[in-house]
């Protein structure tokens, strides 16, 4: 496992941005496909993007498509969402993580190890 660390959450108006960080310990970093899932107030946490071990492939939640980038940089052990054109309903606390599976196109939160403590996204309108 590793241990995870996001930062960079905040306080926006609509139409803004954000850039999450999500730090990783340990020397295995890059054998991990990376996460970031959200949930909001009441609601379930929800898959927002996935980044594959050496950062070629990615998959986005429909909700966050075009908007959101996810970005890893193994030499740094650090995962990265960007989130442009920011809608009141991306508040939510932001969570990274990480999966030791094979790449793939669905990404429940049970095939992920390893969970950061949380960032605060809020976006007023």
């Known amino acids: 496992q590793v241990q995870l660390v996001e930062s960079g959450g905040g306080l926006v108006q609509a139409g803004g941005s954000l850039r999450l960080s999500c730090a990783a310990s340990?020397?295995?970093?890059?054998?991990?496909?990376m996460g970031w899932f959200r949930q909001a107030p009441g609601k379930e946490r929800e898959f927002v993007a996935a980044?594959?071990?050496?950062?070629?492939?990615?998959y986005y939640a429909d909700s966050v498509k075009g908007r959101f980038t996810i970005s890893r940089d193994n030499a740094k052990n650090t995962v990265y969402l960007q989130m442009n054109s920011l809608k009141p309903e991306d508040t939510a606390v932001y969570y990274c993580?990480?999966?030791?599976?094979?790449?793939?196109?669905?990404?429940?939160?049970?095939?992920?190890?390893?969970w950061g403590q949380g960032a605060q996204v809020t976006v007023s309108s």
């Open positions: 993580a990480a999966a030791d599976r094979p790449w793939g196109t669905s990404w429940p939160r049970r095939d992920f190890g390893s």
């Open positions: 980044i594959n071990s050496n950062g070629a492939s990615t």
């Open positions: 340990g020397r295995t970093f890059s054998r991990y496909s």
